[in-house]
T-cell receptor
Framework: SQKIEQNSEALNIQEGKTATLTCNYT??????LQWYRQDPGRGPVFLLL?????KEKRKERLKVTFDTTLKQSLFHITASQPADSATYLC????????????FGKGTKLSVKP | NAGVTQTPKFQVLKTGQSMTLQCAQD?????MSWYRQDPGMGLRLIHY???????DQGEVPNGYNVSRSTTEDFPLRLLSAAPSQTSVYFC????????????FGPGTRLTVL
């Protein structure tokens, strides 16, 4: 069956450290993979999109990698801050004309001061 | 731009009642979709639309109807509410679901008693 998994339900780190979140998928060949941030009581907010032919994408303190051989994306937040505490969702585009996104369940990141 | 707006923010229904969740966007996006988010399940696609007059089913369409008479509006109808439809509902829109940001609304928290 097709699955997308975010390996950790929760991740606790100290302020200033690098947070690394993992997204694995099986039985998909996505052309794109996206990462979203969701705060409690709010809708997801887009962070980054990476294409299958891109190995790495950066935006300020955020970095995403995409390994189509391992079927894995890693999401890094460097110099993490308490304000980075939120749930992070990965979503892949399984292809086809519709472009529906398949979401992982999310990883709740807590950054302690 | 208001972005994606959803009404109501909260709703309590009795089993068997019907209601419509409203969604509107002012970004002239062709693609709109409805997701539900349940604890431990992640976001699941209910219905989507690639333009006015065109709708299709997602992963969990049973019990829900949609229509898209204008580019701006994409209402979700529950014809006969069931407790299993207790969830948080998010509407999203994008210019191109493959390559562009999906913008999510603030959500509607629905409880069916």
């Amino acid at each position: 069956s097709q699955k997308i998994e975010q390996n950790s339900e929760a991740l606790n780190i100290q302020e200033g450290k690098t947070a690394t979140l993992t997204c694995n998928y099986t039985n998909y060949s996505p052309a794109y993979l996206q990462w979203y941030r969701q705060d409690p009581g709010r809708g997801p907010v887009f962070l980054l999109l990476i294409r299958e032919n891109e190995k790495e994408k950066r935006k300020e303190r955020l970095k995403v990698t995409f390994d189509t051989t391992l079927k894995q994306s890693l999401f890094h937040i460097t110099a993490s801050q308490p304000a980075d505490s939120a749930t992070y969702l990965c979503a892949l585009d399984p292809g086809g004309s519709q472009g529906n996104l398949i979401f992982g369940k999310g990883t709740k990141l807590s950054v302690k001061p | 731009n208001a972005g994606v707006t959803q009404t109501p923010k909260f709703q309590v229904l009795k089993t068997g009642q019907s209601m419509t969740l409203q969604c509107a966007q002012d970004m002239n996006h062709e693609y709109m979709s409805w997701y539900r988010q349940d604890p431990g399940m992640g976001l699941r696609l209910i219905h989507y639309s690639v333009g006015a007059g065109i709708t299709d089913q997602g992963e969990v369409p049973n019990g829900y109807n949609v229509s898209r008479s204008t580019t701006e509006d994409f209402p979700l109808r529950l014809l006969s509410a069931a407790p299993s439809q207790t969830s948080v509902y998010f509407c999203a829109s994008s210019k191109n679901p493959h390559t562009d940001t999906q913008y999510f609304g603030p959500g509607t928290r629905l409880t069916v008693l």
